[in-house]
T-cell receptor, first 111, second 114 residues
Framework: KQEVTQIPAALSVPEGENLVLNCSFT??????LQWFRQDPGKGLTSLLL?????REQTSGRLNASLDKSSGRSTLYIAASQPGDSATYLC??????????FGSGTQLTVLP | DGGITQSPKYLFRKEGQNVTLSCEQN?????MYWYRQDPGQGLRLIYY???????QKGDIAEGYSVSREKKESFPLTVTSAQKNPTAFYLC?????????????FGQGTRLTVV
């Protein structure tokens, strides 16, 4: 059974700092990996989708990488801002198109 | 605007009562999913459907039921058999037959037992 782990569980950084969130998964037979953002009491907003054949995706200040063979992905946030404060969730899609989620990293960016 | 609509946003259930959460999508997506989220935890899969009139149990299906009579709709019923239903419920959809399999989520329904 696929298991997804996110480290750290919580992170607090000063504004302007670059940061890395980590995601690992146990079964490398994935269809894709997706990073989401969740604000308190809200649904999930898709940030980046990496297909299994890709190594990375970029959107603005966000860059996500995927190393399928080692079962790892990282989300890099450049020049963090207080508006980036949220919970970031990683999910992998298996061959049955089911998403398996990690428990998330709660990010706080201090002004 | 295309998207997923969940209703209601807040729902209160009395002990022993069944309640139904609505999920509608106009993205023409094939697959739809229901997840439960508890505080400080990730999302756990309740049920999913990849085609009309067919659905599969997820990891925590006990005490829940679903139907998929239309491609656009995937309602979730929380039955009285679910002993701890207080949680945040999220619906998602994915297009299966196209190259982009990005998942989209609704804004969620918060269910509270009173």
């Amino acid at each position: 059974k696929q298991e997804v782990t996110q480290i750290p569980a919580a992170l607090s950084v000063p504004e302007g700092e670059n940061l890395v969130l980590n995601c690992s998964f146990t079964d490398s037979a994935i269809y894709n990996l997706q990073w989401f953002r969740q604000d308190p009491g809200k649904g999930l907003t898709s940030l980046l989708l990496i297909q299994s054949s890709q190594r990375e995706q970029t959107s603005g200040r966000l860059n996500a990488s995927l190393d399928k063979s080692s079962g790892r992905s990282t989300l890099y946030i450049a020049a963090s801002q207080p508006g980036d404060s949220a919970t970031y969730l990683c999910a992998v899609t298996g061959s049955a198109r089911q998403l398996t989620f990690g428990s998330g990293t709660q990010l706080t960016v201090l002004p | 605007d295309g998207g997923i609509t969940q209703s209601p946003k807040y729902l209160f259930r009395k002990e022993g009562q069944n309640v139904t959460l609505s999920c509608e999508q106009n993205l023409n997506h094939d697959a739809m999913y229901w997840y439960r989220q508890d505080p400080g935890q990730g999302l756990r899969l309740i049920y999913y459907s990849q085609i009309v009139n067919d659905f599969q149990k997820g990891d925590i299906a006990e005490g829940y039921s679903v139907s998929r009579e239309k491609k656009e709709s995937f309602p979730l019923t929380v039955t009285s058999a679910q002993k701890n239903p207080t949680a945040f419920y999220l619906c998602a959809s994915i297009a299966l037959l196209r190259g982009n399999t990005e998942a989209f989520f609704g804004q969620g329904t918060r269910l509270t037992v009173v």
